[in-house]
């Protein structure tokens, strides 16, 4: 579980995040969502450590992450996997590379045992064929899944995804969402994601969170989302005409 | 102003090379690095330093030949100075004020983007110290292929002299004699010296530029710039220190 306690960020002054308080749990898909430019992205940073905040605490399972040393820090590391925004893979290698580099790394295992994990990987995100291409060569989904691919190659037990279907079509979408979903579930692992796609929220959003302007708004789940009361996110879910017109039929 | 924020980049500067100078996490993946490294930065510039070399080095000949050389000059004057103006300074300053510009915006370009792509934060993710994962083994690679890169530029200098002695500028005799005249062993070792610092600076100073890029594509080209100029001018102030200490 991830813990956070009075979470305070600003840059030169202006402040980005006031005073965040949220719970994350095991096993589930965790949701924060957003308007653009409300906090999302500062969040995530701040949870895993691309950021300190000025104040507050971030606890993986009750260790506070703000106060570890650089050596605990990086152990704790070695549990997270993150898929950027923009795949971030590392242009200089294949895909096969790419997602044997984590294992490269930090596994004890054998040459061969390392390719199978790595191709088991790509399986998982049913990309069994494109191990020899570069990112350069393949989609936008492709790298995200390739992305994912490298995330999970050591099990993690926290995963944080930024925006992880933006720039994707909604088919393309869906599949990368109940790709994360289903291997949240498979593996009990804590998963975040930052989003403003309304079908993700609504298709795997077990626990939600949504921040407006730095400050915690909401929580509940995807049912309390259709049902909610609170002006702010209604009219930020509500801002396509489409939503609104299924919610009224419902009632 | 300008001095103080300078005093600011070298402190910054002296904070990453703190970061890069830490023993490798995998030594496997290091020397994968490393090899890769030496091979873009060393191997791949041979072609540019021959190239370059061999015509500054008959340039040389044919410049000392037709403007220095009289009948009251002795004949070994031209070959003399040809190869004193190689081994003193094109092929350790001036060749790696050229490879300031070919290897340093390469470096400086390529870490950029990797900042900007998030490449770089997701080696932090991974508990991976990015700085010298990246920075290490490009610093390595130049300073060992540097040594090779410098005799290379020395003999195609030679060479370079030889061929205008075939076009007929010189008798072959004449520029033997000179290459040969008086020679100073110590002046090859002092052009390496100097080149392996200089292959430090360009190597640290352009990684320094790229890895502190922020913004995108325009800050990316802006930083590759700034790596080259950067580098350039601490290898001039460099070469006239280096040049006092060492002979
Ligand atoms: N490195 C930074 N320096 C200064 N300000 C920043 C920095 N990063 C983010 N901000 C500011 O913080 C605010 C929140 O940005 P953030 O990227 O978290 O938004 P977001 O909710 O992720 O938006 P989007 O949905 O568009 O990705 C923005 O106003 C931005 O200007
Ligand atoms: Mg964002």
New interface residues.
């Given amino acids: 579980m991830i813990e956070l306690k009075d979470l305070h960020k600003s840059f030169g002054g202006r402040e980005v995040l006031k005073g965040i308080n949220a719970q994350f749990e095991d096993g589930k898909t965790n949701l924060i969502i957003g308007q653009s430019g409300s906090g999302k992205t500062v969040l995530m940073k701040n949870i895993v450590g691309l950021f300190t905040p000025e104040k507050g605490q971030i606890l993986y399972d009750g260790r506070d992450f703000v106060q570890m040393t650089q050596k605990e820090r990086v152990m704790l590391r070695r549990e997270m996997g993150m898929i950027f925004q923009a795949a971030a893979l590392f242009d200089s290698m294949s895909v096969l590379e790419n997602v044997m580099f984590p294992l490269d790394m930090f596994s004890d295992m054998n040459l061969t045992d390392r390719i199978k994990r790595a191709k088991f990987c790509l399986e998982r995100v049913n990309l069994k064929g494109a191990e020899d291409k570069f990112p350069g060569e393949i989609s936008g989904g492709m790298q995200k899944r390739v992305a994912i691919a490298r995330a999970i190659a050591l099990n993690p037990k926290y995963l944080f995804c930024d925006e992880p279907n933006s720039g994707l079509d909604p088919k393309t979408s869906l599949v990368i969402d109940e790709l994360i979903h289903g291997i949240t579930e498979e593996y009990n692992m804590t998963t975040i994601i930052n989003t403003h796609d309304m079908n993700s929220v609504m298709g795997i959003g077990e626990h939600i969170i949504y921040i407006y302007e730095g400050e915690l708004e909401w929580v509940g789940t995807k049912d309390e989302v259709m049902s909610s009361t609170n002006e702010r996110l209604t009219s930020f879910i509500f801002a396509s005409d489409m939503l609104r017109k299924v919610r009224d039929a419902n009632k | 102003m300008f001095i103080s924020n300078s005093i600011e980049k070298f402190g910054e500067y002296l904070c990453l090379m703190g970061r890069v100078m830490s023993v490798p996490?995998?030594w496997?993946?290091f020397f994968k690095q490393y090899v890769k490294e030496m091979v873009a930065l060393g191997v791949d510039s041979i072609g540019i330093v021959l190239l370059i070399s061999f015509f500054i080095g008959a340039v040389i000949c044919i410049q000392i030949k037709l403007n220095i050389a009289s009948p009251w000059m002795p004949a070994f004057t031209t070959g003399y100075t040809t190869r004193e103006i190689m081994l003193l300074e094109f092929s350790s300053s001036i060749m790696c004020l050229i490879l300031a510009g070919k290897v340093g915006s390469n470096i400086a370009s390529e870490i950029g983007t990797m900042r900007v792509?998030?490449?770089i934060?997701?080696l932090?993710?991974?508990?991976?110290n990015s700085a010298s994962f990246i920075i290490l083994p490009k610093i390595l690679g130049l300073v060992t292929m540097i040594p090779m890169l410098v005799i290379f530029s020395i003999v195609f200098g030679f060479v370079g002299a030889y061929a205008t002695a075939l076009a007929g500028v010189i008798t072959v005799d004449d520029l033997t004699l000179g290459l040969q005249h008086d020679f100073v062993p110590w002046y090859v070792w002092a052009s390496i010296i100097k080149s392996l610092v200089f292959a430090f600076i360009i190597s640290s100073v352009s990684s320094f530029h790229g890895y502190n890029v922020e913004g995108g594509s325009f800050d990316v080209g802006k930083a590759s710039t700034n790596a080259v100029v950067s580098s350039s001018m601490l290898i001039l102030f460099a070469d006239i220190f280096l040049t006092q200490l060492l002979s």
């Fill in positions: 996490e995998r496997r993946m792509t998030q490449q934060d997701a932090e993710i991974m508990g991976i």
